[in-house]
């Protein structure tokens, strides 16, 4: 290191003397003898400016690498915070579709449930109709099977729809 600074300070006054003017041959001497101690003297405050100079720009760059690792840091944090959000607001979207699937499936089983129960219903009072009707013998033999023949497809009716309300359960107890 010293050897550098002492190189280019020595670099430096033979610059300054073979670019130096050109005076009167009288001169010529005490101008060279000048110049060269001058130049000695110039350098040596810059020199020690320069070492001075180096250790502050090392120090700066020091300084500016924590900054800049720091900054990196911060970043990925920054960063991870972010996805760590978008995860758990997908977690959230998920979580709400799937709340909104249980409550589509406990609405279908409760319509099932309720169609059921008015098929039955229309089941019973086709029953009682047929019955009174034959009490009081109405009704020939063809219409007698035509009824019978509508309360077994109705009766039948009843058996899918009480097969879907199974499948029905089945689907929204998989689903919690």
């Given at each position: 290191?010293?050897?550098?600074?002492?190189?280019?300070?020595?670099?430096?006054?033979?610059?300054?003397?073979?670019?130096?003017?050109?005076?009167?041959?009288?001169?010529?001497?005490?101008?060279?003898?000048?110049?060269?101690?001058?130049?000695?003297?110039?350098?040596?405050?810059?020199?020690?400016?320069?070492?001075?100079?180096?250790?502050?720009?090392?120090?700066?760059?020091?300084?500016?690498?924590?900054?800049?690792?720091?900054?990196?840091?911060?970043?990925?944090e920054a960063k991870k915070l972010e996805q760590e959000k978008k995860d758990f607001e997908k977690?959230?979207?998920?979580?709400?579709?799937?709340?909104?699937?249980?409550?589509s499936g406990e609405k279908s089983v409760n319509k099932l449930k309720t169609k059921i129960s008015?098929?039955?219903?229309?089941?019973?009072?086709?029953?009682?109709?047929?019955?009174?009707?034959?009490?009081?013998?109405?009704?020939?033999?063809?219409?007698?099977?035509?009824?019978?023949?509508?309360?077994?497809?109705?009766?039948?009716?009843?058996?899918?729809?009480?097969?879907?309300?199974?499948?029905?359960?089945?689907?929204?107890?998989?689903?919690?």
């Amino acid at each position: 290191m010293k050897l550098k600074l002492i190189l280019s300070a020595v670099l430096l006054s033979s610059f300054q003397l073979f670019f130096a003017q050109n005076t009167t041959n009288d001169t010529i001497n005490s101008t060279q003898v000048n110049t060269a101690s001058d130049t000695i003297n110039k350098l040596t405050p810059i020199v020690v400016n320069t070492v001075a100079n180096k250790e502050a720009l090392k120090e700066e760059a020091k300084q500016l690498k924590t900054k800049m690792r720091e900054e990196k840091k911060a970043l990925k944090e920054a960063k991870k915070l972010e996805q760590e959000k978008k995860d758990f607001e997908k977690k959230q979207k998920a979580f709400a579709k799937q709340q909104d699937k249980i409550l589509s499936g406990e609405k279908s089983v409760n319509k099932l449930k309720t169609k059921i129960s008015n098929e039955e219903k229309s089941l019973a009072n086709r029953k009682e109709k047929l019955e009174k009707k034959t009490s009081k013998e109405k009704l020939s033999d063809t219409e007698i099977e035509k009824e019978n023949i509508k309360i077994s497809k109705q009766q039948i009716k009843i058996n899918k729809l009480n097969d879907d309300l199974t499948k029905a359960e089945e689907k929204l107890s998989k689903l919690r």
